[in-house]
């Protein structure tokens, strides 16, 4: 069965220059900008690139909107990772092509939650089910004190995604997040290895699709906080969702906008700084500095929403295209 776990994290390598990404630059992405005619990426504001490593910040409009913002990019010489969300790699293909590409797989408590659930149970956790193991996971606590949970999610020993769990040692709220931590200590190895070999890091803030901005998540508040020397450049992205209405990555006639707009230095996060070592995707590191990595993320934001055209920006309902419960995940 496909998917991410805590073997395939490890066994992840970021290359300094992978091959892969310059087969999709030249046999894809660029017989497609260059020579199809009526497709038009126009880059406005692009800074000098010659220092770096850097983190992108673009809004996430379609499919395929990371194309036409890394392609200029890599047209200049740029080598970029970027995030992916463990659901993708559940196809073993994709997920075999993304490990190759050196992609930094982002795991989520949610995704350990609803992957468990599918292996024991052979279905994803229903709406109510998906919120009660949620809620046991945020509190930590047992879910055998919830009810309308399958007995046997917190009562049979097994291995949750490369960890043992044993319910006679640890309540099923600890081992979820205890899983949680691991994975996210590699993932944050993965970019620090990355941004060592200058790759600069791409990432979609709001962590789903919307034609209109939606808020941004922390997560990319915790990166910035941690990875503090490197800048962030907040790009807006119009028109893509034009040349990509529908699954095929092979672009429409159109024009898209990219739009960047000044560098995030750590000098201008000066009031969301940490004046201490933290561990970023900890339940420590969330608790106390919550309010920091979301500052940030509002930040950025309120940067791309100055930088879109009218109608991708915020509207009155910034969560709008959200997907709850388990369907987000796998």
């Given at each position: 069965?496909?998917?991410?776990?805590?073997?395939?994290?490890?066994?992840?390598?970021?290359?300094?220059?992978?091959?892969?990404?310059?087969?999709?630059?030249?046999?894809?992405?660029?017989?497609?900008?260059?020579?199809?005619?009526?497709?038009?990426?126009?880059?406005?504001?692009?800074?000098?690139?010659?220092?770096?490593?850097?983190?992108?910040?673009?809004?996430?409009?379609?499919?395929?909107?990371?194309?036409?913002?890394?392609?200029?990019?890599?047209?200049?010489?740029?080598?970029?990772?970027?995030?992916?969300?463990?659901?993708?790699?559940?196809?073993?293909?994709?997920?075999?092509?993304?490990?190759?590409?050196?992609?930094?797989?982002?795991?989520?408590?949610?995704?350990?939650?609803?992957?468990?659930?599918?292996?024991?149970?052979?279905?994803?956790?229903?709406?109510?089910?998906?919120r009660i193991l949620r809620e046991v996971v945020e509190s930590s606590g047992d879910a055998k004190n919830a009810s309308g949970v399958p007995e046997e999610i917190y009562?049979?020993?097994?291995?949750?995604?490369?960890?043992?769990?044993?319910?006679?040692?640890?309540?099923?709220?600890?081992?979820?997040?205890?899983?949680?931590?691991?994975?996210?200590?590699?993932?944050?190895?993965?970019?620090?290895?990355?941004?060592?070999?200058?790759?600069?890091?791409?990432i979609f803030p709001e962590g789903t699709r919307s034609k209109t901005l939606l808020k941004g998540r922390p997560g990319i508040g915790q990166i910035a906080l941690y990875?503090?020397?490197?800048?962030?450049?907040?790009?807006?992205?119009?028109?893509?969702?034009?040349?990509?209405?529908?699954?095929?990555?092979?672009?429409?006639?159109?024009?898209?906008?990219?739009?960047?707009?000044?560098?995030?230095?750590?000098?201008?996060?000066?009031?969301?700084?940490?004046?201490?070592?933290?561990?970023?995707?900890?339940?420590?590191?969330?608790?106390?500095?919550?309010?920091?990595?979301?500052?940030?993320?509002?930040?950025?934001?309120?940067?791309?929403?100055?930088?879109?055209?009218?109608?991708?920006?915020f509207g009155a309902d910034r969560e709008s295209g959200v997907v709850e419960g388990a369907n987000r995940f796998i």
């Amino acid at each position: 069965m496909g998917g991410l776990d805590l073997k395939r994290l490890e066994s992840i390598k970021i290359p300094r220059v992978p091959l892969l990404q310059k087969c999709m630059l030249y046999g894809v992405l660029h017989p497609n900008f260059a020579y199809c005619p009526g497709v038009e990426i126009v880059y406005e504001n692009l800074p000098d690139l010659d220092a770096g490593p850097f983190i992108f910040a673009v809004n996430h409009t379609d499919r395929y909107n990371y194309f036409p913002a890394m392609y200029p990019l890599y047209m200049k010489g740029r080598v970029v990772s970027f995030w992916a969300k463990g659901k993708y790699y559940e196809n073993p293909i994709l997920g075999g092509i993304l490990s190759h590409l050196g992609t930094l797989p982002t795991v989520s408590r949610g995704y350990i939650i609803a992957k468990d659930f599918k292996q024991l149970r052979g279905r994803t956790p229903g709406g109510e089910e998906y919120r009660i193991l949620r809620e046991v996971v945020e509190s930590s606590g047992d879910a055998k004190n919830a009810s309308g949970v399958p007995e046997e999610i917190y009562k049979r020993r097994r291995n949750i995604l490369g960890y043992e769990f044993d319910p006679d040692m640890e309540s099923y709220g600890e081992a979820v997040n205890n899983l949680f931590v691991k994975m996210m200590k590699i993932f944050v190895e993965l970019h620090s290895q990355s941004f060592k070999k200058g790759r600069d890091l791409f990432i979609f803030p709001e962590g789903t699709r919307s034609k209109t901005l939606l808020k941004g998540r922390p997560g990319i508040g915790q990166i910035a906080l941690y990875f503090k020397d490197y800048p962030i450049l907040p790009i807006g992205c119009s028109g893509s969702d034009k040349l990509y209405p529908g699954s095929s990555p092979f672009a429409k006639k159109g024009r898209v906008l990219l739009r960047c707009g000044d560098l995030i230095t750590g000098k201008a996060l000066e009031q969301f700084a940490i004046g201490e070592d933290f561990t970023p995707f900890t339940p420590e590191a969330e608790a106390k500095w919550g309010a920091n990595f979301q500052g940030v993320a509002d930040v950025v934001m309120e940067r791309i929403n100055e930088l879109i055209e009218p109608e991708y920006r915020f509207g009155a309902d910034r969560e709008s295209g959200v997907v709850e419960g388990a369907n987000r995940f796998i």
